[in-house]
Nanobody, 129 residues
Framework: QGYVAESGGGSVQAEGSLRLSCAVS????????LGWFRQTPGKEREGVAW???????KYALSAKGRFTISQDKAKNTLYLQMNNLKPEDTAKYYC???????????????????????WGQGTQVTVSS
């Protein structure tokens, strides 16, 4: 069973930046989706950004223009660069991985719609005003 593990969270003031990293154990697979999600206590988990094996991406409206999802396959790592952070971005951030079967046409949009079965433990991001 593969795994993912997040790192890079922390505390930052509003308008600051953070880069989250996610180590991914199954990068040797060539058909997959990866996503960043976040959750605050008492609220449902929400998707933030997604990327497929061909680097096609999709962003939630809350992240568009401020966050960038990327991957370095040589380092088996997924990233989320977060700029111009706002207090409402405060949450625990999770990365998730899902291998896709052959015959599935993937895209960032497709990755935003599927169910993910491999999740990390999360990393806390706190943005103060």
């Amino acid at each position: 069973q593969g795994y993912v593990a997040e790192s890079g969270g922390g505390s930052v003031q509003a308008e600051g930046s953070l880069r989250l990293s996610c180590a991914v154990s199954e990068y040797e697979l060539n058909r997959y989706c990866l996503g960043w999600f976040r959750q605050t206590p008492g609220k449902e988990r929400e998707g933030v950004a997604w990327i497929d094996a061909d680097d096609d991406t999709k962003y939630a409206l809350s992240a568009k223009g401020r966050f960038t999802i990327s991957q370095d396959k040589a380092k088996n790592t997924l990233y989320l660069q977060m700029n111009n952070l706002k207090p409402e971005d405060t949450a625990k951030y999770y990365c998730a991985f899902e291998h896709l079967p052959s015959g599935v046409y993937s895209s960032g949009g497709y990755c935003s719609l599927i169910k993910y079965n491999t999740w990390g433990q999360g990393t806390q991001v706190t943005v103060s005003s």
